[in-house]
């Protein structure tokens, strides 16, 4: 009994040292709140916003995504993980407006169109621009550690990222009806009755919106993204810790791939979503 006792306590003891730190191979993981800071090299289509008299130098920098990430051990010092946020910023504007004559109604004020007054009317017309980006990918990476308690890792984060800039112009506050309204005219049954000026009547070639509170364009792209890092890991509690990383964002998206209420616009340009990127994760686990 004596020998199966002290045979048993020596077992425990090998056991368990293989769990003292450092050791070759690591176990456990963890899960936490992880916001990243990415310095934006440019914002995708801001520069086509000074159509819109918006200053784009009020978006965020650096710009903010809110996410979580969780990580666990596989085999020897390698480590995976995953990481999911979504960030946004908004820039807005009410621009002072002059209302002129528009003589050859090309919807611009051509030389000689001169008459032109200010608008004194109730409803101002006022601009917003919302940029928005998603990141969802899996980490890989390599552990090396350094003390007891604080480690030295490299890997990458690799995944899908989705980028989508929302431009809403709008002239006085939207009603719950006005929302629901059909902005082509009258639904009877399955019949639209679309309403036209004695002048248009027989020379009307294609339907056009009538009158409406706003109008809302939604631009958006999905790219593949790769985001090369080094961390630092401390675990200042038994079961609370802290990791921060270091590393360079980088997407494409590929001309032709941005769409448009979901439908492409061929002639969009290439665009870069790239820019140093800082994350800090506060997690529990081991």
């Known amino acids: 009994m004596k020998k199966f006792a002290v045979f048993i306590f020596l077992i425990c003891s090998c056991s368990f040292s293989q769990f003292n730190y450092p050791a070759e191979d690591f176990l456990g993981g963890g899960i936490g709140y992880s916001p990243m800071y990415i310095k934006l090299n440019g914002i995708p289509g801001s520069s086509s916003l000074d159509n819109f008299g918006l200053d784009t130098t009020q978006f965020d920098d650096p710009f903010v995504i809110h996410g979580g990430e969780g990580f666990a051990h596989i085999?020897?010092?390698?480590?995976?993980?995953?990481?999911?946020?979504?960030?946004?910023?908004?820039?807005?504007?009410?621009?002072?407006?002059?209302?002129?004559?528009?003589?050859?109604?090309?919807?611009?004020?051509?030389?000689?169109?001169?008459?032109?007054?200010?608008?004194?009317?109730?409803?101002?017309?006022?601009?917003?621009?919302?940029?928005?980006?998603?990141?969802?990918a899996a980490s890989v990476e390599y552990v090396m550690p350094l003390l007891q308690d604080l480690e030295l890792s490299t890997g990458a984060l690799l995944g899908l990222g989705r980028i989508n800039m929302a431009i809403e112009q709008k002239s006085g506050s939207s009603t719950w009806e006005n929302v629901f309204s059909n902005a082509y005219g009258e639904m009877r049954g399955d019949t639209l009755f679309y309403g036209l000026s004695q002048d248009l009547y027989n020379n009307s070639e294609t339907f056009k919106p009538l009158e409406i509170p706003s109008f809302l364009r939604d631009i958006s792209a999905s790219f593949f993204n790769f985001q090369p890092y080094v961390a630092i890991k401390w675990q200042f509690l038994e079961r609370l810790g802290?990791?921060?990383?270091?590393?360079?964002?980088?997407?494409?998206?590929?001309?032709?791939?941005w769409k448009l209420n979901g439908r492409y616009i061929e002639d969009s340009p290439t665009s870069s979503v790239s820019g140093i990127s800082f994350r800090t994760m506060l997690y529990l686990g081991l």
Request: hydrophobic share 35%; glycine share 16%; net charge positive.
């Open 75 to 136: 085999t020897g010092r390698w480590r995976l993980g995953g990481y999911a946020g979504m960030g946004s910023s908004t820039v807005s504007t009410v621009p002072f407006a002059m209302i002129f004559l528009d003589l050859n109604e090309n919807g611009k004020q051509d030389p000689g169109e001169n008459t032109q007054k200010e608008y004194e009317g109730f409803y101002s017309m006022s601009i917003r621009a919302k940029f928005s980006f998603m990141l969802g």
């Open 242 to 257: 802290l990791r921060i990383s270091l590393g360079f964002n980088r997407g494409t998206i590929n001309a032709g791939n």
